[in-house]
């Protein structure tokens, strides 16, 4: 038996590229999850490996659908080939049901893991560089010097709330803790 497992990271996301790919593969049974890849915790992943059989293939549309790092995704097909169960990735063209198979997915896997790893420094030495130059990274600050001078000045004053104050200046109250953490003391 085929039995296809299809994941997407975020709601928004569409499965049904991977969902007609899966169909057209032959597969009988299909698994579809909601889940970041980084995430160890998938049911549908889950039911889809602990139905399959000796004899039976799971089929994914792309390699990292099945797994995040290199690692999990051979823990992950070793342990389906122990119990006999093959591994199908339709856009890389990998079978573990034969040997050649066999030999292109671990190249691919780690193909795929160098690939990773090069982004990620490039990313890091991106930010260095950006440090480096002074440029300030991350969310700008919700609230300029002069909202948190009108907030002190209203608090001291006590003319509004905490949660009127915050609502005045269009963030939550745990913001304005956190830009002011001594006002959590004064409003209790």
Do not use: N
């Amino acid at each position: 038996m085929l039995i296809g497992y299809a994941r997407v990271s975020t709601r928004e996301q569409d499965p049904a590229l991977q969902l007609q790919s899966l169909a057209e593969e032959g597969c009988e049974r299909v698994f579809e999850e909601r889940a970041s890849g980084a995430q160890r915790d998938r049911p549908e992943l889950m039911r889809a490996l602990d139905i399959a059989r000796k004899g039976d293939t799971i089929v994914v549309w792309k390699l990292d659908r099945l797994a995040r790092s290199l690692k999990q995704l051979i823990e992950t097909v070793e342990a389906l080939g122990e119990r006999g169960v093959g591994f199908r990735s339709v856009t890389e063209a990998i079978d573990t049901t034969t040997p050649g198979g066999k030999l292109v997915f671990h190249l691919f896997g780690a193909l795929a893991e160098f690939e990773r790893g090069i982004i990620r420094e490039r990313t890091m030495a991106g930010l260095d560089a950006a440090r480096a130059s002074g440029k300030t990274l991350g969310a700008k600050p919700k609230l300029t010097e002069k909202d948190l001078r009108a907030a002190r000045a209203l608090l001291a004053g006590r003319v509004l709330t905490v949660a009127e104050i915050a609502e005045k200046l269009g963030v939550s109250r745990p913001t304005l803790y956190r830009y002011l953490p001594k006002m959590r003391a004064s409003a209790g």
